[in-house]
């Protein structure tokens, strides 16, 4: 067990978002979470999957909806994980991040110190994903519910005790999210300890506090990152026109930047819908989910979430390659239909293929 501090909470913030593909929500909140923590003198403890007792309860919070309207409030997230127990009938040993974010990793963070349980390192996808069922779990078989799934403020809560499936779970979550402010919380996929060591992504938190760091101490941070993940740099270059539109509890955004430096006279587009799911340079394709696809800051190397994205701003893009989970079969299958349904008609090609000129 390591009793993370405030400095760990910030990098971890700033590590999580560079696996979030511009989405995983806004950094400021994870920012803000990390300072209300201290300030009111709650311990974060971050344990392995292997101190987990094997017959103990784990369970995945995230805040779900549009990136443009996710707010957040303590209580009633806590308030979502206690109605989950109490109707389950269990108490949760501890929390698990649904993804890589620069909030959503918070959530869960906040969730099991103001519960005075540890939060797990690892995550149910290894970045940031746009949709509730992919995670790796769905790969696994693990159900995804009973779930709670409360408003931004847990004034409503719904208990969804059985799904024919984790596609269908997410196109109820969906539902009430557009209805809640294109937003909820939720708690769900309680795993045992056994099933915490072999499903979820593993030591994504602590790989993310180290990102953090690099990003904060050296002097090329971008540089120092893509060496440390094994990166690409896809493009440097300005933003020349940005669309979007937040519906049916996402956010959907379509930019297009023109080359600088060594792109200078090539072209740049993506699309995101919450996170970024493809990029084209020069009209090819660039990289495509489930690879990840983060703009990030000249200068700092942080994350600049897509929602943010603004007309005459410098980005440079980074190309990370996905968790190896995702580019099995069963994984790259989820991807499929969830790219199929974004209207992203293009096959699956790994990006160290597609960046190997």
Request: aromatic share 6%; hydrophobic share 40%; with cysteine.
């Amino acid at each position: 067990m390591k009793i993370l501090s405030h400095q760990d909470l910030l990098d971890l913030v700033d590590g999580a978002a560079i696996f979030s593909a511009g989405g995983g929500g806004d950094p400021e909140l994870g920012y803000n979470i990390a300072d209300k923590l201290v300030s009111q003198g709650y311990n974060v403890k971050l344990i392995e999957s292997s101190e987990v007792p094997e017959k103990a309860k784990v369970v995945n919070f995230a805040c779900v909806g549009a990136t443009t309207a996710i707010e957040y409030d303590s209580e009633a997230a806590v308030k979502t994980l206690k109605v989950l127990e109490e109707y389950a009938s269990f108490s949760a040993y501890a929390t698990l991040p649904v993804e890589l974010g620069g909030f959503n990793t918070l959530a869960a963070v906040d969730v099991a110190a103001r519960c005075n349980i540890p939060v797990v390192d690892a995550d149910g996808a290894g970045r940031s994903v746009p949709e509730v069922h992919l995670k790796v779990y769905t790969i696994d078989g693990i159900p995804i519910t009973p779930m709670a799934v409360s408003d931004l403020h847990a004034k409503n809560v719904v208990i969804v005790k059985e799904t024919a499936d984790s596609r269908a779970a997410e196109r109820i979550t969906r539902i009430l999210a557009a209805e809640w402010n294109q937003s909820a919380y939720t708690a769900r996929r309680i795993l045992t300890g056994a099933q915490t060591r072999t499903s979820p992504i593993q030591l994504g938190l602590s790989k993310s506090i180290r990102i953090g760091k690099l990003l904060r101490t050296t002097v090329e941070p971008i540089k120092a990152v893509l060496k440390e993940t094994m990166g690409f740099k896809l493009f440097d270059g300005v933003v020349e026109h940005v669309e979007r539109n937040t519906e049916a509890g996402f956010t959907f955004i379509g930019t297009k930047l023109r080359g600088i430096k060594e792109y200078a006279k090539n072209t740049f587009a993506f699309k995101a819908k919450n996170e970024v799911l493809v990029a084209y340079k020069n009209g090819a394709l660039a990289a495509i989910a489930p690879d990840i696809i983060t703009p990030v800051h000249p200068e700092t190397g942080k994350c600049i979430t897509a929602e943010k994205i603004e007309k005459g701003e410098k980005l440079v893009i980074l190309g990370l390659r996905a968790p190896q989970k995702w580019r099995t079969k069963k994984g790259l299958e989820l991807w499929k239909d969830v790219l199929q349904r974004s209207n992203i008609s293009e096959d699956y090609v790994p990006i160290e293929m597609l960046t190997s000129d």
